[in-house]
């Protein structure tokens, strides 16, 4: 249940993107990330373990400019809290970020090292970077379909978002079990996990099904499903303000947080669970409890 942004359009990506985390900070996270792509065609990237502040404070020393980016704020579930496994995750020039768990990841890996891939970080996230890279080297027309290629060997429960240095103005967004939700606004698109973390740019969301994936540009949302199909999609106007958002309908925020514990103990159990193991992930559950 971390938090995920993506932005593309007209505006400074990286401040749109750190804003959507603030308002996502709710959901908890260890460590935060953000990358943009520069108008020399190059992604850079900022991490930091902890607090969203700390990040702001890297961003002040070394600022980063674009139009186009993606955000995260993790919750480790493989691979201990620090920079490295912060997301996001960069491999010849495709940047990942993801919630959830790639439960085939220990077979994956294996397999991606013994094609002679080296990896930076002990993260499951690392291998979709990795697939993604493999399937444009080896010929997928485009970042969609090298996306969809790569999902067709992942098993698990995940939202990502993909951002690839051969297509400037492009997000790849797929789901499954993580929430995902477009925002669409004039000629400039975004992606989070939840709506308050664009709730000020746009009032216009599709909320995307498990077994979707988005391509997205600047004003352009393409649905379709994962063998492709195009689904036809009609956005939802959302009337709520930033506030009403985060109260999530209800009249105030104890009411909310005493009716939303069911949903929140699913929605924190769901992308931890690993069928493969048989285990829930539940890294970093007990410190905040056992005090
Ligand atoms: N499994 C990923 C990791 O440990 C994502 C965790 C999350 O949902 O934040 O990096």
């Known amino acids: 249940m971390c938090g995920i942004v993506g932005y593309v359009g007209h505006q400074d990506a990286p401040s749109i993107i750190v804003e959507g985390l603030r308002r996502l900070?709710?959901?908890?996270y260890d460590s935060?990330?953000?990358?943009?792509?520069?108008?020399?065609g190059r992604t850079e990237l900022r991490r930091a373990v902890g607090k969203l502040k700390n990040?702001?404070?890297?961003l002040k020393e070394r600022p980063l400019s674009g139009r186009i980016g993606l955000g995260h704020t993790r919750w480790a579930t493989h691979g201990r809290p620090s920079e490295e496994n912060a997301h996001p995750h960069h491999v010849d020039g495709i940047t990942v970020i993801h919630n959830g768990i790639i439960e085939n990841y220990l077979e994956l890996r294996r397999s991606l090292q013994a094609a002679g891939r080296h990896f930076s970080s002990e993260t499951d996230t690392e291998i979709m970077a990795h697939l993604v890279a493999t399937k444009l080297a080896a010929g997928?027309?485009?970042l969609t379909e090298a996306v969809r290629g790569s999902l067709a060997e992942v098993r698990g429960a995940y939202a990502f978002v993909i951002l690839s240095e051969q297509e400037p103005g492009t997000l790849v967004t797929a789901k499954s079990a993580s929430p995902i939700v477009l925002g669409y606004g004039e000629g400039e698109s975004f992606i989070a996990s939840?709506?308050?973390a664009c709730l000020e740019h746009t009032?216009?969301?599709v909320f995307l099904e498990d077994g979707q994936m988005a391509t997205v540009r600047a004003g352009s949302c393409d649905v379709t499903d994962l063998e492709g199909h195009p689904i036809d999609v009609t956005p939802t106007h959302v009337d709520w303000s930033p506030v009403m958002a985060e109260k999530g309908g209800h009249k105030h925020f104890m009411h909310k947080e005493i009716y939303e514990q069911p949903t929140a103990v699913a929605d924190t159990i769901r992308g931890r669970v690993s069928m493969d193991d048989a285990t829930v992930h539940?890294?970093?559950?007990?410190?905040?409890?056992?005090?």
Request: proline share 3%.
């Open 25 to 28: 900070e709710y959901r908890g």
């Open 32 to 40: 935060a990330g953000v990358a943009v792509l520069g108008s020399d």
């Open 194 to 196: 939840d709506i308050p």
């Open 140 to 142: 997928a027309k485009d």
């Open 282 to 291: 539940l890294d970093g559950v007990g410190s905040g409890w056992s005090t």
């Open 55 to 58: 990040l702001d404070s890297l």
């Open 203 to 205: 009032r216009n969301f």
